[in-house]
């Protein structure tokens, strides 16, 4: 078992940055890849970004790059959402989570967290 939880989450001005965490405990955080997916109200869960477990090779949406970039700590169990140049469209919550290899899709995903709260002001 792998627990994530997610901090970070708050409201940010649009235009601004703003950085999401993900702490993990229990099995090897190392050995798993990890995603950040979010979920805006009324909408379904959308890939955000992706590291592999080395850290080495990342993925993310066209939506977001250019103006983010996920990362890792694997000495500290802990992930990484550095979010620049926020849109209102950003808003929404953002969900961690570790899968088994490097993926976008959403079903290979085996431990989540329970998500955070970003809100953008226009």
């Known amino acids: 078992q792998v627990q994530l939880v997610e901090s970070g989450g708050g409201l940010v001005q649009a235009g601004g940055s703003h950085r999401l965490s993900c702490a993990a405990s229990?099995?090897?955080?190392?050995?798993?890849?990890v995603g950040w997916f979010r979920q805006a109200p009324g909408g379904g869960r959308d890939f955000v970004a992706a590291?592999?477990?080395?850290?080495?090779?990342?993925l993310h949406a066209d939506s977001v790059k250019g103006r983010f970039t996920i990362s890792r700590d694997n000495g500290n169990n802990l992930a990484y959402l550095q979010m620049n140049n926020l849109e209102p469209e950003d808003a929404a919550v953002y969900y961690c989570?570790?899968?088994?290899?490097?993926?976008?899709?959403?079903?290979?995903?085996?431990?989540w967290g329970r998500g955070t709260q970003v809100t953008v002001s226009s």
């Open positions: 989570a570790a899968a088994g290899r490097l993926t976008v899709l959403d079903g290979q995903y085996i431990y």
């Open positions: 229990g099995r090897a955080f190392s050995r798993y890849a």
């Open positions: 590291i592999d477990w080395s850290g080495d090779n990342t």
